[in-house]
């Protein structure tokens, strides 16, 4: 067959927005990077954020041949997607509303577009990559500024009925718990995200002020980042441990219940949070047998995510080739 023959016959172009930067590629028929690129936002702005996506799509496409472009462009962006009308009605973290950034690309680049939540398009690359597709139950989280999941069952992924399945961000873990901007309260993502983690361990130098964590903030808690927490961890400052800790005990919980409702073969704990964190994925790991089914958990692995920041690219781009068959035979060379 022509697809499995020739891997570089046509490229797919798959854009997703990791921790306010835009990673785009452009991937053979394999799902195989064969060129990026990467735009900064300087605010997380919605007209922002769709401007610099619109400026990095661009800039790939101008180096690559234009005849063996596959003519749809993917787009993993956060929140909550609609599938059918390519619009973001959500991203809680960002403070997105009502975005139509499938339009809005389509406008400027002249090709269609296909958008998913940015974790089910990490899914759909570890389906690809991790999995190598012989694993068909898996779920996919992301941990970052927000935190959500792609869950694949039977080899497909999981859409639910309006698109917002793997909302693992805003699950209640703690019911009387900090305010969550969905309007719920103690959802998992006010209690793990990047913001929870710097909140978390600002509290905690106030109780121990001579933690190196102090010095690692220029003796300015407020500036407290989240990945200066995460490395402190890993180097065994006590404070961030008791941080990591924390938000490990919280995480362990909802991948726990995911074991019991999914029957998941592999979960895939990526987001720049877990892949800062080797100790934070330990943990979960070592832990979730105290909270899960013995009998679902025996064929369910915790694993970290060895794709990184491009996951959700690649994913992006992995739902064009789900559609290449179709797409090739629109190519000029094919018409
Ligand atoms: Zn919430």
């Not at 362990?252 to 704990?269: E, S």
């Amino acid at each position: 067959m022509l697809l499995r023959q020739n891997e570089s016959a046509a490229y797919a172009i798959g854009a997703s927005l990791y921790d306010y930067r835009w990673h785009v590629v452009a991937t053979d028929l394999a799902g195989i990077v064969i060129d990026r690129e990467q735009v900064d936002l300087a605010t997380p702005d919605a007209e922002a954020a769709v401007a610099g996506l619109g400026d990095g799509i661009q800039r790939l496409r101008q180096r690559l041949d234009p005849q063996r472009m596959l003519p749809l462009i993917g787009i993993g962006p956060p929140g909550l997607v609609d599938v059918s009308s390519d619009v973001v009605k959500s991203a809680t973290d960002l403070g997105w509303r009502d975005v139509p950034i499938g339009e809005r690309i389509t406008e400027r680049t002249g090709v269609p577009c296909a958008v998913v939540n940015r974790s089910k398009a990490g899914a759909l690359a570890a389906y690809w990559h991790i999995a190598r597709r012989t694993v068909d139950h898996l779920i996919f989280i992301s941990i970052g500024t927000g935190v959500s999941a792609g869950i694949v069952q039977q080899g497909r992924l999981l859409l639910g009925a309006n698109s917002s399945a793997g909302e693992l961000g805003h699950i209640t873990i703690v019911p009387d718990g900090p305010r969550c901007e969905c309007g719920n309260r103690g959802c998992l993502q006010e209690l793990i995200s990047e913001r929870a983690i710097a909140s978390g361990a600002r509290a905690a130098l106030r109780r121990n002020p001579d933690s190196v964590l102090l010095e690692i903030c220029g003796h300015h808690p407020e500036t407290l980042t989240a990945f200066q927490v995460l490395d402190a961890a890993e180097r065994g400052d006590a404070v961030a441990l008791s941080v990591v800790e924390t938000i490990s005990g919280y995480l362990t919980v909802a991948v726990a219940n995911l074991i019991n409702l999914f029957n998941p073969q592999l979960i895939i704990l990526g987001g720049p949070v877990a892949e800062r964190s080797p100790r934070l994925v330990a943990s979960v790991a070592r832990s979730v047998g105290d909270r899960a089914m013995a009998y679902p958990l025996s064929v369910a692995r915790i694993v970290s995510n060895e794709l990184g920041p491009e996951a959700g690219a690649v994913g992006t781009a992995v739902l064009v080739l789900e559609n290449a068959p179709r797409l090739i035979l629109q190519l000029p060379i094919y018409r």
